[in-house]
């Protein structure tokens, strides 16, 4: 029976759970990763082990944008401070696309009461598994994406038009999110085409890990993807907007030896009487950033459907 004092039993157990648990020196070199930290970012332990967090492994970014080493930090912060602190943050995945986490600090202490390290523990605040039990259901019935893992065009076409037959029987609210990568022509000119399915593929996961289960997010065109924000108001459309414009900060894979920042132009627009699939896009094109041409939508078949009144 093994000594359930040995301490070796314990960090056995800390490696092995779920939860991604670290520990920094008061340095930021990190000292600890376990399998949870792993399967969260997908740095493997020897790819972090013994580096600095200055080094930028995890860029790590709140609602306000991506956090330098200084008084924003959250180590430096807790280091300064002396007590835990708790922050919903993003960090990178090894593939690219931004992990939504809550983030859990607390100041590490010797006998004599002196800090000497911080331990991290973080768990995931994404919806991007409950979206991939369904999309295995959708990928059965042909109506997947495959380079991206999202419903593809003529998916999103059709469930574009429930929504707007439900809103004009029954006034039940609803927007669009227009996602548009940029620079996708360029990173396939200069990297070739795998390069530009591997940007397509981060930003189709950030899109997933960023809405509502409730929420539809599918591809629309070569560099477009559209979220349809279910039953939510103007107020909650501007909302998911806004958000959405900050979180592609954090975004980016490396390909080979070269940092790929991949960003993107976001367009919004809420569900007028009389809309079409044509005239809702337009609007939600008009409010990028730059022009954008939206292509036009074929024939599709349009449902009914009923939904309950939560907002964003």
Same mark, same amino acid.
């Given at each position: 029976?093994?000594?359930?004092?040995?301490?070796?039993?314990?960090?056995?157990?800390?490696?092995? #759970? *779920?939860?991604?648990?670290?520990?920094?020196?008061?340095?930021?070199?990190?000292?600890?990763?376990?399998?949870?930290?792993?399967?969260?970012?997908?740095?493997?332990?020897?790819?972090?082990?013994?580096?600095?967090?200055?080094?930028?492994?995890?860029?790590?970014?709140?609602?306000?944008?991506?956090?330098?080493?200084?008084?924003?930090?959250?180590?430096?912060?807790?280091?300064?401070?002396?007590? !835990?602190?708790?922050?919903?943050?993003?960090?990178?995945?090894?593939?690219?696309?931004?992990?939504?986490?809550?983030?859990?600090?607390?100041?590490?202490?010797?006998?004599?009461?002196?800090?000497?390290?911080?331990?991290?523990?973080?768990?995931?605040?994404?919806?991007?598994?409950?979206?991939?039990?369904?999309?295995?259901?959708?990928?059965?019935?042909?109506?997947?994406?495959?380079?991206?893992?999202?419903?593809?065009?003529? +998916?999103?076409? +059709?469930? #574009?038009?429930?929504? #707007?037959?439900?809103?004009?029987?029954?006034?039940? !609210?609803?927007?669009?999110?227009?996602?548009?990568?940029?620079?996708? =022509?360029?990173?396939?000119?200069?990297?070739?085409? !795998?390069?530009?399915?591997?940007?397509?593929?981060?930003?189709?996961?950030?899109?997933?890990?960023?809405?509502?289960?409730?929420? +539809?997010?599918?591809?629309? =065109?070569?560099?477009?993807?559209?979220?349809?924000?279910?039953?939510?108001?103007?107020?909650?459309? *501007?909302?998911?907007?806004?958000?959405?414009?900050?979180?592609?900060?954090?975004?980016? #894979?490396?390909?080979?030896?070269?940092?790929?920042?991949?960003?993107?132009?976001?367009?919004?627009?809420?569900? *007028?009487?009389?809309?079409?699939?044509?005239?809702?896009?337009?609007?939600?094109?008009?409010?990028?950033? *730059?022009?954008?041409?939206?292509?036009?939508?074929?024939?599709?078949?349009?449902?009914?459907?009923?939904?309950?009144?939560?907002?964003?």
């Amino acid at each position: 029976m093994p000594d359930l004092q040995d301490p070796e039993l314990f960090r056995t157990v800390l490696d092995s #759970l *779920q939860t991604g648990v670290s520990v920094v020196d008061r340095n930021g070199k990190v000292l600890f990763w376990n399998q949870g930290a792993e399967r969260l970012t997908g740095h493997k332990r020897h790819e972090v082990v013994g580096r600095s967090c200055r080094d930028n492994i995890l860029l790590q970014c709140n609602d306000q944008g991506c956090v330098a080493c200084g008084a924003t930090c959250p180590i430096s912060r807790t280091l300064h401070e002396g007590k !835990p602190q708790e922050a919903k943050m993003q960090l990178r995945h090894k593939e690219g696309h931004p992990v939504h986490v809550l983030m859990r600090l607390a100041p590490l202490r010797d006998p004599h009461g002196s800090i000497v390290g911080i331990t991290q523990s973080f768990d995931e605040q994404s919806f991007g598994a409950e979206r991939d039990r369904n999309g295995h259901t959708l990928a059965q019935h042909g109506c997947m994406d495959e380079s991206t893992g999202v419903p593809n065009h003529e +998916f999103t076409q +059709f469930h #574009l038009g429930k929504n #707007l037959s439900s809103f004009a029987s029954y006034h039940l !609210p609803f927007g669009v999110i227009l996602i548009q990568v940029d620079r996708l =022509a360029h990173f396939r000119a200069a990297y070739g085409p !795998p390069a530009g399915d591997a940007v397509l593929r981060v930003v189709a996961q950030t899109m997933k890990n960023a809405f509502r289960p409730s929420d +539809f997010v599918g591809r629309w =065109a070569e560099d477009q993807f559209l979220a349809i924000l279910i039953n939510c108001g103007d107020h909650g459309v *501007q909302k998911t907007w806004e958000r959405m414009r900050k979180m592609v900060t954090c975004a980016g #894979l490396r390909w080979w030896s070269d940092e790929l920042t991949v960003t993107t132009s976001v367009g919004y627009a809420k569900a *007028q009487a009389g809309d079409t699939i044509e005239s809702l896009l337009n609007r939600a094109a008009g409010s990028l950033p *730059q022009p954008c041409t939206v292509p036009a939508a074929s024939a599709s078949a349009i449902s009914q459907a009923s939904y309950g009144d939560s907002e964003v």
